[in-house]
């Protein structure tokens, strides 16, 4: 008998989803040292969508490499939103946290 064993690693993902008015994206998730795959799933995301829309997302400001890819296609800043938090604060590794899936989700 043949046995043949398939291993998968998932280094990142991305969602995109229509909204009323243009589209929301996120979660948007990569291993903090592959950003070069993090840029290669929003192009292929924009890639998909109208270009005519707005797209909005939600960025951890820790995760730099985020802004920085972001930058580069042309997205600009608009006023930030304030993370908090109710009794004690969780350990986060938000590097490669490129966008949250929504203020209410996280």
Known sequence: MLRITLRIKILGYI???KAE??????PWVCIP???HIADSLLTACLQQIDKADPVYLGVPAPNQSAIEILRNKGFVQFPKSIRMFRGQRLSERLEGVFAIGGAMKG
């Not at 008015?21 to 996120?26: A, F, H, Q, R």
């Open 15 to 17: 969602m995109v989803r």
């Open 21 to 26: 008015e243009g589209y929301n994206l996120g």
């Open 33 to 35: 040292e592959k950003k």
